[in-house]
């Protein structure tokens, strides 16, 4: 009988060594990724955090296929590099941006959709599950509404299910929370956990926040200051599901005295 592969032993969904990304404008050179290393596997959910401008954004770019990268190497979806096994970031990466980025005219349904109308996937089917996906995200009834009609935090919901619509194989989340008051960004946090748990998909999301750093991932990787560079990548072993009173115990205090003192705040 073949031995049967614990998760770390499978090979990882993204696989990254000293990434390396540099922008240039006329003879100019600026270093935004100076050299970034970790291992993201299928069902993890990273939590990317690091000061403003340290090119955690950068590195969302680069994995969503926006930008190429200039040194060290880049594996998703297995060995052979960025296309390996198939991958397309077009068609099996999701992003989630600060902003919900609705479009106004376009009914809460209509908005999960386009995607699917981008990628031509069949009507019916793509109906089907943006109404399966309206479900999980908490938004049951208001798939005819329009987004003035719906409150920030619902509209990030349906940005979510929107990046989610097309079965996509990784979620990029930039900031995804930062523009809603404290209390909707706590529901939020809740809320993103119980989508990634239902939903099983990869996740990476940017925060500025060292607390729902710490809070959302399974894995926390922690940027230095500008140009990107791994200070140190981990797990965080926390009780699941994780509800909100885990941030008064020790435990979650002692990984943000850890990302704290990465950061050098004291």
Same mark, same amino acid.
């Given at each position: 009988?073949?031995?049967?592969?614990?998760?770390?032993?499978?090979?990882?969904?993204?696989?990254?060594?000293?990434?390396?990304?540099?922008?240039?404008?006329?003879?100019?050179?600026?270093?935004?990724?100076? =050299?970034?290393?970790?291992?993201?596997?299928?069902?993890?959910?990273?939590?990317?955090?690091?000061?403003?401008?340290? !090119?955690?954004?950068?590195?969302?770019?680069?994995?969503?296929?926006?930008? !190429?990268? =200039?040194?060290?190497?880049?594996?998703?979806? !297995?060995?052979?590099?960025?296309?390996?096994?198939?991958?397309?970031?077009?068609?099996?990466?999701?992003?989630? *941006?600060?902003?919900? $980025? $609705?479009?106004?005219?376009?009914?809460?349904?209509?908005?999960?959709? #386009?995607?699917?109308?981008?990628?031509?996937?069949?009507?019916?089917?793509?109906?089907?599950?943006?109404?399966?996906? #309206?479900?999980?995200?908490? $938004?049951?009834g208001f798939a005819?509404?329009?987004?003035?009609? $719906?409150?920030?935090?619902?509209?990030?919901?349906?940005?979510?299910?929107?990046?989610?619509?097309?079965?996509?194989?990784?979620?990029?989340?930039?900031?995804?929370?930062?523009?809603?008051?404290?209390?909707?960004?706590?529901?939020?946090?809740?809320?993103?956990?119980?989508?990634?748990?239902?939903?099983?998909?990869?996740?990476?999301?940017?925060?500025?926040?060292?607390?729902?750093?710490?809070?959302?991932?399974?894995?926390?990787?922690?940027?230095?200051?500008?140009?990107?560079?791994?200070?140190?990548? *981990?797990?965080? =072993?926390?009780?699941?599901?994780?509800?909100?009173?885990?941030?008064?115990?020790?435990? *979650? !205090?002692?990984?943000?005295?850890?990302i704290y003192d990465?950061?050098?705040?004291?």
């Amino acid at each position: 009988m073949s031995a049967v592969l614990q998760p770390q032993e499978l090979a990882p969904l993204i696989r990254m060594r000293q990434l390396r990304k540099v922008y240039r404008k006329r003879n100019e050179e600026f270093l935004a990724v100076s =050299d970034v290393t970790m291992d993201v596997h299928a069902g993890d959910m990273i939590s990317l955090v690091g000061p403003s401008g340290c !090119g955690k954004s950068t590195l969302l770019k680069i994995l969503s296929g926006l930008h !190429g990268h =200039d040194g060290g190497t880049l594996e998703i979806g !297995g060995p052979g590099g960025a296309n390996g096994r198939g991958f397309n970031p077009g068609r099996d990466v999701g992003m989630v *941006f600060q902003q919900p $980025l $609705l479009l106004k005219w376009r009914t809460i349904l209509e908005n999960v959709l #386009l995607p699917a109308d981008i990628l031509g996937l069949e009507r019916k089917a793509a109906k089907a599950r943006a109404h399966e996906l #309206l479900d999980m995200v908490g $938004l049951t009834g208001f798939a005819d509404k329009l987004p003035y009609e $719906l409150s920030g935090g619902m509209q990030q919901r349906a940005a979510i299910a929107r990046a989610l619509i097309h079965d996509p194989k990784l979620v990029l989340m930039d900031e995804p929370f930062g523009a809603l008051d404290a209390l909707t960004r706590e529901k939020m946090n809740l809320e993103m956990l119980r989508i990634w748990e239902r939903s099983r998909k990869t996740f990476i999301v940017v925060t500025h926040s060292i607390q729902e750093a710490v809070f959302l991932g399974s894995h926390c990787a922690v940027l230095t200051a500008g140009p990107a560079r791994m200070a140190d990548f *981990f797990r965080i =072993d926390l009780p699941e599901p994780r509800k909100l009173h885990v941030k008064t115990s020790p435990e *979650f !205090g002692e990984y943000v005295r850890r990302i704290y003192d990465l950061l050098g705040v004291d």
